[in-house]
């Protein structure tokens, strides 16, 4: 497709009259002048612009470009017989003109040139120009024709892309302010973030940032609605409450995931000038997401449909920069969560891995006891309530006093003593 700078310039340049004829000869002269048309339709030398010559008949080559005197004029001693050029025109304060079919014993061209900011056409434009010489006036109006509407059109995406970012920024300040306010809004917060998504769901550029801004209200929600509940001495009220946690921890989550996955699969990614917004965005979303994960565990609200999600942003998260010691709480949080759903062998595996990263982890000892005890009862199974006892018996000798799970782990250990005779062994290492 024929740029649009390209079409405007070789319409201009087209009509351009040079003067002289074109001699055979074994290498002939070139001369010519260059004057500006300023806007009040007067004309004057153009001094100091670049004259470049590049050989058209054969699609390669060039000369030496030559530069113009205080008159304007330009001259090469020798342009070799046979050949065509295209004689490319550019300096400071005139706008860009082409010349085409420029032959040796050429003398007296003129080249008339705008008044323009200096701008300098590439060799491709300049042949590209110059490839148009031969249409018929019909054939330039055509293309001319063409050119505009491709013109409008390009201009009316561009409004719209800007009105697109007018909107985004608006919602993206808006939720910002409501989300910053005392005390929060953060029913207000996402209304807005959603506007800003809406307008642009999947561009890398901003969708993140909003997602992420919007994974983090419904994040404080739960969180602020799960302690005012605790505290909420009607037990159908407080049943109904930490299912609006639940909802509002997995809303998190889904905006966590939304923004990673466009982090990590949209083609706009490469459209984004700044890569360090990328990747810590891309930070951000795994970060915030493992916090959630976290919540959830603590407060043991989780909805099933957010754990093949945690379990992907928790995966990410292990891969990254994160220190280590913050990767160990995230291993122990995504068994947690699988425990509290009661999907026990996804939660078993969670904390052996946890425990081969960090084997002195009570939080993981405890959690993997819990599990296959939980599992054992359920199938019946002596071998998993013999490893859960193993593991609750080092998580008893391990853990401080105080810690939230060690009154439980004790009585389970008396209890699987008392129904299946099964007695706690060191654990063994694979």
Avoid: C
Wanted: zero cysteines; proline letters at 3%; glycine letters at 8%.
């Amino acid at each position: 497709m024929i740029g649009k700078k390209i079409v405007g310039i070789f319409l201009t340049a087209a009509f351009v009259m040079a003067g002289g004829i074109s001699v055979l000869a074994q290498g002939q002269a070139v001369q010519g002048v260059v004057r500006v048309k300023k806007a009040d339709g007067t004309e004057s030398p153009a001094a100091g612009v670049t004259v470049e010559a590049y050989r058209t008949d054969t699609g390669r080559g060039s000369l030496p470009a030559a530069i113009t005197n205080d008159k304007g004029e330009f001259s090469w001693a020798s342009f070799p017989s046979g050949h065509v050029y295209a004689l490319s025109v550019s300096g400071p304060g005139v706008g860009p003109r082409i010349q085409p079919n420029v032959k040796g014993g050429m003398t007296q061209l003129v080249i008339i040139v705008d008044e323009g900011a200096g701008e300098k056409l590439t060799e491709a434009e300049v042949r590209e120009v110059a490839s148009l010489a031969g249409l018929s006036e019909a054939e330039l109006k055509a293309l001319q024709a063409k050119q505009q509407v491709e013109i409008e059109k390009y201009n009316a995406e561009k409004a719209r892309i800007e009105d697109t970012a007018k909107v985004v920024n608006a919602a993206l300040q808006a939720g910002n302010a409501a989300f910053n306010s005392k005390p929060p809004q953060y029913e207000v917060a996402i209304a807005k973030y959603d506007e800003g998504i809406a307008a642009q769901p999947d561009f890398a550029g901003s969708a993140p940032v909003l997602l992420n801004n919007r994974g983090l209200a419904f994040q404080r929600r739960a969180v602020e609605n799960y302690n005012a509940a605790a505290k909420n001495t009607d037990a159908t009220a407080r049943l109904a409450a930490m299912a609006t946690v639940r909802k509002d921890f997995a809303d998190a989550m889904d905006s966590f995931h939304r923004s990673y996955t466009i982090l990590q699969t949209s083609e706009s990614v490469k459209t984004v000038s700044d890569p360090k917004m990328i990747e810590g965005e891309r930070a951000r979303a795994l970060s915030i997401a493992v916090e959630t994960i976290g919540y959830m565990a603590q407060v043991q609200q989780v909805d099933e449909s957010v754990l093949d999600k945690a379990n992907e942003l928790t995966e990410a998260y292990l891969s990254s920069g994160a220190d280590r010691a913050a990767k160990e709480r995230a291993m122990v949080a995504i068994g947690d969560v699988h425990r509290s759903a009661g999907d026990m062998d996804r939660a078993v595996a969670a904390y052996r891995k946890a425990l081969e990263t960090a084997p002195k982890n009570v939080d993981a000892m405890a959690g993997i006891g819990l599990s296959l005890v939980n599992s054992g009862y359920e199938s019946d199974s002596r071998e998993q309530l013999q490893e859960g006892s193993n593991y609750l018996n080092q998580f008893i000798n391990s853990a401080p006093d105080n810690h939230k799970f060690k009154s439980d782990a004790k009585e389970l250990v008396e209890a699987i003593k008392a129904s299946h005779k099964i007695n706690p062994q060191p654990v063994r290492r694979n």
